[in-house]
């Protein structure tokens, strides 16, 4: 039976996108249905929006800096208008460029919001398109607890586009969305809490980084509230709102953003009567080839619960167009995926925690770690700190894991990722000559094992 399309595809993100654009490349028929922002989540409420205020709310402490080397500048003003419209005029013309790049490539754009009729249909505001192969990439949203007044609240959909930029504001969550938004608002001049129900921020990292993590966030002015929850908030005539703790204290802000995780976006897929099962927490269920339990349909990026990151979902879009058109066999490789905090300073991250090697490894394996006062802040007189962190298996030396708080890190473990993920040995990062004066060079010179 010949169907409309080889491939159709629900939901132009990242992971989509890539897929249909590949799939394309390779002369399939292929179709994509998206019913919000081409590009996803990541070019219009994540990654994109979410750097360029990063970028924006570092200048006013680059002012700071600025004094020890004997510039003498104010920071007078920040105008938030100016930077939201700008940065949503950048999104735009990137909707414009993956909208060329689907069109160019062949991919059929249908505008809508899907829904599966069967295993080989989908349904997008009423009119039926068939398939051989569906692919699901729908991604994830943001998630608010059941609290009372939880309505008041935001979360980083709408982070992006205020009216009005809030001059105080608390924001819930401790996972890395959190503490970059906080991040953004103290750095833009908000008077900023970071709330978290847990012991510390960032579960999951290594422990030693976020404890390094958080005390440097904390001397930035963010009044970090760990075991510390909502229990209702209420919104007063003038526009503040009180927000109520479960100790029983009262805290008044101006907005209250929730950053407490992401579900699978699956509304209205009709998922269950297709017969695609789904996890409790509603991620779909796919095998390491994406074939959800309908075999004609498969399912990729955040809404099957793999580490919710861009590169990821772009990662097994390709891989997919590789098993279906290219003759590979092989399965998505999760290992050793590099991962960066924008957060100031930012903390980026490769292989395992400490925490996971011990586990891994017990005994055998070997902690270098040094933190250190930045030379710029030397002279700019800022009281910030770095730490880098290399974790070795004793036995082979191979170097398992890398992590460090330094401005820019992304840009540099992305480098150390390729060293990681190639086998390099301790051995090899000694033998490597170091860039001076850098802070990356640090990740060479260190010869003595932590005490
Ligand atoms: C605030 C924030 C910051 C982030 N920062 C980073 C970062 O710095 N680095 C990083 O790697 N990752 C980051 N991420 C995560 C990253 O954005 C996601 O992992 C990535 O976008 C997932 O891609 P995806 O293809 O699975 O889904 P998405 O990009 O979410 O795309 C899904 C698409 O499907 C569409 N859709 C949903 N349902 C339907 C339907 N029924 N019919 C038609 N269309 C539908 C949606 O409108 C959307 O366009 C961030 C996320 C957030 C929220």
Redesign the pocket.
């Known amino acids: 039976m010949s169907h409309d399309f080889e491939l159709l595809v629900?939901?132009?993100?990242?992971?989509?996108?890539?897929a249909s654009r590949m799939a394309a490349a390779k002369g399939v028929k292929v179709a994509v249905?998206?019913?919000?922002?081409?590009?996803?989540?990541?070019?219009?409420?994540?990654?994109v929006?979410?750097?360029l205020f990063v970028y924006a709310s570092e200048y006013s402490e680059k002012v700071e800096e600025a004094k020890g080397f004997g510039v003498e500048t104010e920071f007078k003003s920040f105008d938030w208008p100016t930077l939201r419209d700008n940065k949503s005029n950048e999104i735009s013309r990137l909707n414009g460029i993956y909208n060329n790049l689907l069109e160019n490539s062949g991919v059929t754009l249908i505008n809508?919001?899907?829904?599966l009729k069967d295993a080989n249909t989908v349904v997008?505001d009423g009119k039926e398109y068939t398939s051989d192969k569906i692919l699901i990439?729908?991604?994830?949203w943001?998630f608010k607890p059941d609290v009372p007044g939880a309505e008041h609240a935001i979360t980083?959909?709408e982070?992006f586009f205020l009216e009005e930029f809030p001059k105080r504001v608390i924001v819930v969550g401790g996972g890395?969305?959190a503490v970059?938004?906080a991040g953004i608002f103290n750095g833009l001049g908000a008077e900023t809490t970071l709330m978290y129900r847990g012991e510390q921020v960032l579960r999951g990292f290594d422990e030693g980084i976020r404890n390094f993590a958080a005390e440097q966030i904390a001397a930035k002015g963010i009044n970090i509230l760990t075991q510390t929850d909502i229990e209702r908030i209420d919104k007063q005539d003038n526009g503040e709102l009180t927000v109520q703790l479960k100790s029983g204290d009262t805290l008044t802000t101006d907005a209250v953003m929730y950053?407490t995780g992401?579900r699978p976006?699956?509304?209205?897929?009709n998922l269950e009567q297709v017969g695609v099962k789904t996890r409790n927490n509603g991620t779909i269920i796919a095998d390491d080839f994406f074939q959800t339990s309908v075999p004609s349909i498969y399912a990729?990026?955040?809404?099957i619960g793999t580490?919710?990151?861009?590169?990821?979902?772009l990662a097994q879009?390709m891989k997919l167009v590789a098993n279906f058109y290219a003759g590979d066999t092989t399965p998505m490789d999760y290992n050793n995926i590099a991962?960066?905090v924008?957060c100031q300073p930012n903390i980026a991250t490769v292989g395992l925690t400490e925490e996971e090697a011990a586990k891994e490894h017990g005994e055998d394996i070997t902690i270098f770690e040094s933190s250190f006062r930045p030379m710029k802040h030397t002279v700019s007189g800022l009281p910030e700190r770095s730490m880098m962190k290399l974790i070795v298996q004793t036995s082979t030396d191979k170097v398992i894991g890398a992590h460090m708080v330094v401005p820019d890190a992304g840009e540099i473990v992305q480098g150390l990722a390729i060293a990681i993920k190639a086998g390099a040995t301790k051995a090899i990062f000694d033998s490597t000559i170091g860039i001076h004066p850098t802070a990356a060079e640090e990740f060479v010179t260190m010869r003595s094992p932590r005490g």
């Not at 990439?137 to 994830?140: F, L, P, S, W």
């Not at 976006?265 to 897929?269: F, I, S, V």
Request: charged share 15%; proline share 6%; net charge positive.
């Open positions: 629900i939901g132009a993100g990242s992971g989509g996108v890539r249905v998206e019913n919000r922002y081409l590009g996803g989540t990541c070019v219009n409420v994540g990654c929006p979410k750097k809508g919001t899907a829904s997008v990439a729908t991604g994830g943001p980083s959909n982070a890395y969305i970059e938004f950053a992401r976006m699956t509304d209205g897929l990729l990026g955040d809404v580490p919710a990151l861009t590169p990821v979902a879009g991962t960066a924008f």
